[in-house]
């Protein structure tokens, strides 16, 4: 079965500064992998994904994330935070060879972001 | 185009009473899930429906009950509220388990 540990649990940045969110995974081979971002009283909204291919993957609002296999590792970047990018973010996993079994996801990391 | 629609928004309950939260996705979607939000903890799955006809536990089944009533829709039902069950409940699908999660906007559920 897989798994997922986001190690931070709350992030402040400062406004215009880059980003790095931590995300490490649990499986025999190589996983599906998502980020998922949720604003305040929101539901979660997809903000990219990895299934095969490029390691470095593009997704919505400027963020990207590289699949570090060696690591297992799938952490968020971004180059330059703006204050609306204060939400939660969630890591999740897929099992490629899972069947049926719903992606796990981590525990969220917070970003809070200051001028 | 209308996504994973759930119902009620939000919702107080008394302490033993019942109440089943409402999903419907458009997408055709074979995969249906429950998840509850809790502060610290995360999204934790509730139960899963992989397919029409299929119902699963997930990571916190106790004191639910899941009906998947056709392929659009899953249902979730609380037969006796109790204040552990405060919490920002989430409907998702996808078109299958290991797939991207579309998500619902969420039902605030108070238990006093």
């Known amino acids: 079965a897989q798994s997922v540990t986001q190690p931070d649990i709350h992030i402040t940045v400062s406004e215009g500064a880059s980003l790095e969110l931590r995300c490490n995974y649990s499986y025999g081979a190589t996983p599906y992998l998502f980020w998922y971002v949720q604003s305040p009283g929101q539901g979660l909204q997809l903000l990219l994904k990895?299934?095969?291919?490029?390691?470095l993957v593009q997704g919505i609002k400027g963020f990207e994330a590289e699949f570090k296999r060696s690591q297992s590792s799938f952490n968020l970047r971004k180059p330059s935070v703006h204050w609306s990018d204060a939400a939660e973010y969630f890591c999740a996993v897929g099992g490629r060879f899972s069947g049926n079994t719903p992606l796990v996801f981590g525990k969220g990391t917070r970003l809070s972001v200051i001028a | 185009n209308a996504g994973v629609t759930q119902t009620p928004k939000f919702q107080v309950l008394k302490t033993g009473q019942s109440m089943t939260l409402q999903c419907a996705q458009d997408?055709?979607?074979?995969?249906m899930y429950w998840y509850r939000q809790d502060p610290g903890m995360g999204l934790r799955l509730i139960y899963y429906s992989a397919s029409e006809g299929t119902t699963d536990k997930g990571e916190v089944p106790n004191g639910y009950n899941v009906s998947r009533l056709n392929k659009r829709e899953f249902s979730l039902r609380l037969e006796s509220a109790a204040p552990s069950q405060t919490s920002v409940y989430f409907c998702?699908?996808?078109?299958?388990?290991?797939?991207?999660?579309?998500f619902g906007s969420g039902t605030q559920l108070s238990v006093l």
């Open positions: 998702a699908s996808s078109r299958e388990t290991n797939e991207k999660l579309f």
């Open positions: 997408m055709n979607h074979n995969s």
């Open positions: 990895y299934f095969s291919g490029d390691t």
